[in-house]
């Protein structure tokens, strides 16, 4: 077991924001390819 | 073979696409082992727990200002020989940059509390940072808010070299200014103030793994902007015809 003493809220807190910023940030980034490269593949097969 | 060839929208694909799997493979592996070691380090006989938050500040701290760079580059190549991939690999780069800059931001003001005894302090790394962070935003809504692609291209160019001396003056605040509560390097390689061993490598695997995730990030962003372009210059061929 880890041991974080009576700074465990502040280092699990740390740890929360950034991983959850980081996972925002890949989710968008996949999810804005795909659309952009779902978007082009249908125009170039319309056109 | 010249480094210009791979200004080529088409010629980017193909490379981009054959680097991508080993960008998001080495970014996965490192990052997370960086940081799953990071957390299981021992704690620091003066700061505790606290200085396992090290590494997610120096990482994200590392490269905000060095994405802003990396930005001032590909904006130079764009003002001065009119790449579009240039152009669009930089504003692919804005955001990644905004979130590691918060992350620096967040993580240093939730490490502030216990350790300084304040959330933030207008010392001169905190206050660059926070200009820097607003630079990034701002250069955000300007690339939005401009409907010509090139004109927006200019206009951020511009934008990219004024906040360059934030970037600058971001990373080296501490030395300007020693009134400020921010400590020095962190790796430094002064004797009797090297990092311990135990904290130094998994900071290094820390900071590659953050290189590598923005590797990849930037890869897929600019990607998704040639895409963009391509269609909307499909869209206009159409409505023209």
Redesign the interface.
Known sequence: M???????A??L???G??VA??A???W???A??AR??R??ER??RN? | MSIWEYANPVKFMRLSGAVLPYAVAGAAICTIGG?VWG??TP?DYKQ???V??VF??VP?AMMAINIWVMMLAASLIWLIRRHHVSALAARAAA??GA?MT??AL??GA??G??MWGTWWEWDPRLTSFLILLLFYIGYMALWAAVEDPDSAADLTGVLCLVGSVFALLSRYAVLFWNQGLHQGASLSVAPGERMSAVYRYPLYLSMLGFFL?FLA?LL??T??EV??R??AA??A??TRA
């Open positions: 880890i041991e974080l003493g009576k700074y465990a502040t280092v807190w740390s740890y924001v950034s910023l980081l925002a940030l890949i968008q980034t996949v804005a390819n952009a490269r978007e082009l125009q170039e056109g | 940081l957390f299981l704690q505790g727990a606290t396992k938050i997610l500040h994200a955001p990644i979130v918060l992350i967040a993580t939730i490490w509390q216990p995730l990030l897929i962003r990607r998704t895409r963009r391509r269609l499909l869209q061929r159409e």
